[in-house]
């Protein structure tokens, strides 16, 4: 009663079992009175002395976010087995794969596992995991590959399986998913084969790339030899993309060689642009000359007074002669044939005169022939031209053709003929020809004044408006078409200059008015000036921390508009150039405070590049290195000069890259960087040199390699490789030297490789020939097996392929595709010409049969007459004729034979062949024989196995269609005698 009473205040001031000082005790507390997803839980597994009382509470904890903290707080790194931190790990795995009570919402545990989780809990929940969520989520962060084959195996979710299958890494565990699922799961194994086949492909892909990287270089190698850079640049361009790919596979020797090739290739493509553009300039001057020399020699015949058009022909000339010899290609030579055509046809044209003066004059009409040639094709040369031509220069060229005509005509030599006739009709053509393009020349001549003069007109109605510029852009473009033009002479264009000289005075005059156009253009940038002013001060007052970007904007708009004034000419208004300077100044006084920033970030710059000249200084003095030392040959050796080129090739770039500094600090450090730079270039000159030194004995060895390679080509190849990998052991030398060097080097090289290449590319080329040839026979055969011929066309056809094949095809692979190929094809032919001759044999039996049951209706007869016989005769012709010839002649002996009607001399001997052949037939189709026949068939087959014997089992065995066949060419005389025999053969053939 007592006990009732105070026992709940005693309750109230007694201690929870939990918080028992004894260990058993606050297990019992915990599991008497602390319910799953109790507070207090979490604070006993984390702060409890005892283990066993901290996995005890651990493994009452529900709630996610507990057992991480839990996990956190009690975690060691050092004790990785310790008892309470396996326990809240296992807890953790159970809470997540829903294997407590209750269970803790998925949308959490979805988001914890989107997190880093421990791999032994993704391991746990990925095996145990109640949702195929769970498992999909965490199957990523699965690393053990025999767990993935596991699951792709075993779990219950066809999408959880597939990508188990996806994420296997191993070939071991994918052959043992593709061994267990193969008759279970069709799609998981089909999965698991195509990543199987995959992995193994990703680790031959090293391998295969590798040597595709070593075929680009072979290629580019080849490129290289070839010399036909401007022909191939799409092959270069794309081996280049080829790289790409396989580039990270690689090796460095590789990677070396390729970017060397590559750099040699671009190189070489440099030069060539550079060598078409000079080759292209020089054309081009020289198709200039030619034009200013035939401009030159129409105003020399056109001109009255020619001493000074004659001066400028002979300047003319020499610019020319020293021009074109610095080329030497097809279109310099097209371009020489012109100049000399056009010199000949000065020369013939002006000849005239001097002929007139020469006193002694002798006559030659062979000459007089001769020329009269010559100037025939100088005018019509004269009339192929596009340009135009002087018209006295074809007056005097067609004086001189009409005097040599009329010396030749009235000479009596007659060696001319019909020759000369030709010519007087080829010059009327010309000459007829040449009048119509002068008078089209005319034309265009004065059409083209015409147009200048209405140029004229037009700057003089500009000039009377006081339109200045737009007079000086005509008066512009009149000087620039009397300047293009070729139709006048120089005479006539001094003359069209002298006839605008009052207009030029009234333009002059106006353009001193361009003064005052300057003082309205300073007062529009005066206004610009403070426009920009406003817009600056505006935008800084409403945005202050845009400063630097306000800048940017309008500072390049006012070093513009500062360059506008100072191209203005002429004095200007003090007022205005105070204003425009005011509000340019000011303009520049809002940005100050950024341009103070940039200051700051100058002197950083200074201080960076006095950073750098520091670091390459002490670079210099640690190589112990000075101005003008001499390399000794034992820093030559020890000395990695290729690391030195590129420390100080980095040097240059850091020095570029560091941004700008004042101008006078500029030039301090940068005084200081180049001595430290010129001491480094002085050592890697020397280096170079030396090196270059060395490549020039290489390239000696080389070029003896071309006669050795005529006696011994393998000897000189092998030599050329020791050659190349000696080259490559010398170091750097200058880029352009080398370049030049390796050029050189090359060309010896390529002598000797080239001929092992075209070896190559000969025997490649008769291969193709053959594969083709071979394509093209294997088509014919199989299009002859579909075609519907007899036995004797397709044997025929098919003997005419097969020979062909045979000369083509000589100690090839067996197992070559197109070898198989024509192999299955003469299978499916060989099949075709059985089925035929199987046909052939079944048709030939037929016509035999009914040939053999007219024969026996003969035979069957006593006495024919004359009128019978006849008609027999008539019958058997009518009769299909048995393609087998020897079929036919021996069943046409029976007949012969049975209109003989001789059936008694020969009767026993038949009886016997039929009874042989009723036994052969009963043993080939195992029939059984008449009881009295049994000793009878043993004999036979007694005797033919003597046979055999005899004739060393050569002998083929007979058919039973072969058999049937010597039974209808037997006769068959008192047929109800015979019955019983015709009767035992063809039940046993029907067997």
Request: proline content about 2%.
């Amino acid at each position: 009663m007592l006990k009732n009473i105070f026992s709940p205040l005693i309750s109230s001031f007694s201690k929870p079992k939990w918080q028992s000082k004894n260990a058993e005790t606050r297990i019992q507390g915990i599991l008497e009175s602390l319910e799953p997803g109790n507070p207090e839980l979490e604070s006993i597994a984390i702060n409890d002395e005892n283990s066993d009382v901290k996995i005890c509470a651990i493994n009452r904890i529900i709630d996610l976010e507990a057992i991480q903290q839990v996990i956190k707080k009690t975690s060691n790194p050092n004790l990785k087995n310790e008892p309470t931190t396996k326990a809240a790990h296992d807890r953790f795995s159970k809470i997540l794969s829903a294997e407590t009570f209750p269970i803790a919402d998925i949308v959490d545990r979805l988001e914890v596992l989107r997190g880093s989780i421990p791999p032994k809990i993704c391991d746990y929940i990925a095996s145990h995991g109640k949702e195929e969520e769970l498992r999909l989520i965490v199957l990523d962060k699965i690393k053990r590959d025999s767990l993935l084959g596991d699951i792709a195996l075993k779990d219950d979710s066809f999408e959880v399986r597939l990508k188990a299958v996806k994420l296997i890494n191993k070939k071991s565990t994918l052959q043992r998913v593709c061994k267990k699922s193969r008759s279970k799961n069709k799609k998981i194994y089909q999965q698991a084969k195509q990543r199987l086949e995959q992995l193994i492909e990703d680790e031959n892909r090293p391998v295969k790339y590798t040597q595709e990287s070593i075929n680009i270089c072979e290629q580019l190698d080849k490129l290289y030899k070839r010399q036909l850079l401007r022909q191939e640049i799409h092959t270069f361009n794309q081996l280049k993309q080829d790289w790409n790919k396989v580039k990270n596979f690689a090796n460095n020797d590789n990677t070396k060689r390729y970017e060397k090739l590559v750099d040699k290739i671009e190189l070489t493509l440099v030069d060539l642009k550079q060598e078409e553009y000079e080759i292209k300039q020089k054309i081009e001057q020289l198709e200039n000359l030619l034009l200013q020399l035939s401009q030159s020699i129409n105003d020399y015949l056109e001109t009255p007074d020619n001493g000074t058009e004659l001066k400028e022909i002979q300047k003319l000339q020499q610019q020319w002669l020293s021009l074109i010899g610095q080329l030497d290609n097809s279109k310099s030579k097209q371009l020489t044939a012109k100049y000399l055509e056009m010199i000949k046809l000065l020369e013939i044209t002006t000849s005239e005169d001097k002929s007139d003066n020469t006193s002694n004059h002798i006559y030659s009409p062979v000459a007089t022939f001769e020329s009269l040639e010559q100037s025939i094709k100088q005018a019509q040369n004269l009339l192929s031209q596009n340009q135009t031509i002087g018209q006295k220069l074809v007056s005097n060229l067609l004086n001189k053709i009409d005097k040599d005509i009329k010396q030749i005509e009235s000479s009596n030599i007659t060696q001319s003929g019909s020759d000369f006739n030709q010519l007087k009709d080829k010059y009327a053509s010309i000459k007829s020809k040449l009048t119509q393009k002068l008078d089209d020349q005319k034309q265009q001549k004065s059409q083209f004044i015409q147009n200048i003069q209405q140029l004229v007109n037009q700057i003089n109605q500009h000039i009377e408006s006081g339109e200045t510029e737009q007079a000086i852009k005509l008066r512009q473009q009149f000087q620039d078409r009397l300047d293009e033009t070729q139709l006048l002479t120089k005479h006539e264009k001094s003359q069209q200059l002298e006839g605008i000289k009052e207009t030029q005075q009234q333009l002059s005059q106006l353009s001193s008015w361009k003064n005052w156009a300057n003082d309205y253009k300073r007062e529009s940038l005066s206004s610009q000036a403070q426009e920009i002013f406003l817009n600056i001060e505006k935008q800084l007052n409403e945005l202050p921390e845009n400063i630097e970007s306000v800048y940017q904007l309008y500072a390049a708009q006012i070093k513009d508009l500062r360059s506008q004034w100072k191209l203005l000419k002429g004095p200007s208004n003090k007022h205005t150039w105070e204003a425009f300077n005011n509000y340019c100044n000011q303009s520049f006084e809002l940005f100050q405070p950024y341009i103070e920033q940039l200051e700051s970030i100058k002197q950083k710059n200074v201080e960076t590049k006095k950073k750098l000249c520091a670091q390459l200084q002490q670079y210099v003095e640690h190589m112990n290195w000075n101005n003008n030392q001499e390399l000794t040959d034992k820093d030559f050796q020890e000395t990695d000069w290729k690391q030195v080129d590129n420390i100080l090739k980095q040097a240059n770039k850091e020095w570029r890259a560091i941004g700008k500094i004042n101008h006078n600090d500029h030039q301090k450090l940068h005084k200081q960087f180049k001595q430290s730079q010129q001491i480094i270039n002085h050592q890697l000159n020397q280096v170079w040199d030396k090196n270059a030194a060395k490549f020039k004995q290489l390239i000696d060895e080389a070029n003896q390699l071309v006669e050795i390679s005529e006696q011994d080509l393998n000897k000189a190849i092998s030599e050329c490789k020791r050659i190349q990998a000696n080259w490559k052991r010398v170091g750097p030398t200058r880029q352009k030297i080398r370049k030049v060097l390796w050029n050189k080097f090359r060309q010896s090289c390529d002598l000797v490789f080239n001929k092992r290449e075209q070896a190559r590319e000969t025997l490649k080329q008769e291969d193709e020939s053959k594969q083709l040839e071979k394509t093209a026979l294997c088509e014919n055969l199989e299009a002859l097996n579909q075609q519907n011929l007899n036995l004797n066309e397709l044997q025929k056809a098919f003997s005419d392929i097969n020979e062909s094949w045979q000369k083509i095809e000589q100690n090839r692979n067996k197992k070559e595709p197109l070898n198989l190929r024509f192999k299955e094809a003469i299978i499916q032919y060989q099949n075709k010409v059985s089925q035929l001759e199987i046909l052939a044999e079944q048709e030939n039996i037929k016509h035999l049969k009914d040939k053999a049951d007219f024969c026996q209706e003969i035979e069957q007869k006593a006495t024919l007459s004359e009128e019978e016989l006849d008609i027999l005769d008539k019958q058997w012709h009518s009769l299909t004729v048995i393609s087998d010839k020897t079929l036919e002649k021996q069943i046409t002996a029976r007949y012969e034979q049975a209109i003989k009607n001789n059936a008694d001399s020969n009767y026993d001997e038949l009886v016997k062949q039929k009874e042989k052949l009723c036994l052969a037939m009963e043993i080939l189709t195992e029939s059984p024989s008449p009881i009295d026949k049994e000793q009878d068939r043993m004999n036979f087959k007694i005797e033919q196995l003597n046979d055999k014997l005899q004739q060393n089992n050569n002998e083929e065995v007979l058919t039973a269609n072969q058999l049937l066949i010597s039974w209808y060419l037997l006769p068959c005389y008192k047929i109800n005698e015979l019955e019983g025999l015709s009767q035992r053969f063809f039940k046993a053939y029907e067997n």
